[in-house]
């Protein structure tokens, strides 16, 4: 790992570079979702990641990585992973099934029965959570997911958390409904420990920034379809472009970028949006 003061790099933000990709929603090969093509657009995804953010220390999928836990679409994920250049680290969603991922991701980290993990990058601690809650649209963190966390937390300096389920509410009531359950136990725990720089979640399949009890946060949008902008009234899908987000984090500050990808060309960026935190 270079550090800050090498020339060309990423400065000031060069300790860590991470790519956040959300909401797969992979259906079987040659299905398609909404009259879209998951498979299509991850492939698209992927092209451009490689294209233009080869040198990220990380890719995070974080959750509903296939729609409904087909093993078929898993297996068509382990296959295109091959094709990823940097490496990788994946997460579940309240759309996955822990069963028909281990039949294929087999050597996939676990702790306890759930998909959870670290990684220590430049000084940073990078937590992924899992917050499946078989049977529910609505994320959970039990007593045991929560304690190991408070192990993570301790005895380090500065973290970045991810998770599926955002734990705050963004404003729209259709998705604040099937957030994170029991939120305040996991503030509770975040407030104590005081060392979260910044926290990202998927499942909202729509772009938010802000800070929860003073806590930054990021929910990114999905390769696949998105959620319409509705402050009331039930929720509804929308077809905006397929995204991804770009984390710069280090000593100085963390950004996000949000990169938006042309599906039917894969590494052909849009133009991106980036927001500082």
Not at 132 to 141: E, K, M
Not at 167 to 183: F, Q
Request: contains cysteine; glycine residues 8%.
């Amino acid at each position: 790992m270079q550090n800050e003061t090498t020339p060309g790099r990423r400065a000031p933000f060069d300790v860590m570079k991470l790519v956040i990709v959300s909401d797969l929603h992979l259906v079987a090969p040659g299905e398609t979702l909404f009259g879209l093509d998951p498979l299509e657009r991850l492939e698209a995804c992927i092209g451009d990641i490689n294209a233009n953010h080869a040198d990220a220390d990380l890719v995070v999928f974080a959750g509903d990585l296939t729609d409904d836990g087909r093993a078929d679409a898993y297996a068509a994920l382990a296959d295109r992973l091959g094709f990823l250049l940097p490496p990788h680290r994946l997460m579940l969603g309240n759309h996955d099934d822990r069963a028909a991922f281990r039949q294929v991701f087999a050597d996939a980290p676990e702790i306890d029965g759930f998909l959870q993990s670290r990684a220590d990058i430049g000084g940073m601690r990078l937590i992924f959570l899992d917050t499946l809650w078989p049977g529910h649209v609505a994320g959970q963190l039990c007593d045991r997911r929560l304690a190991w966390l408070d192990e993570q937390l301790a005895s380090v300096a500065d973290v970045l958390m991810f998770l599926h389920h955002p734990p705050m509410p963004i404003g729209i009531p259709s998705l604040d409904a099937c957030r994170l359950s029991d939120p305040d136990a996991l503030l509770v725990l975040l407030k104590a420990r005081g060392n979260v720089r910044h926290l990202f979640a998927g499942h909202v399949h729509r772009l938010s920034h802000g800070n929860w009890d003073g806590i930054p946060f990021t929910t990114v949008r999905g390769t696949s379809h998105q959620s319409a902008l509705r402050f009331d009234g039930p929720h509804a899908i929308s077809f905006e472009a397929s995204a991804y987000s770009i984390v710069l984090a280090g000593r100085k500050g963390v950004v996000v970028h949000t990169q938006e990808f042309d599906a039917k060309r894969p590494g052909a960026s849009m133009p991106a949006s980036a927001v500082m935190a």
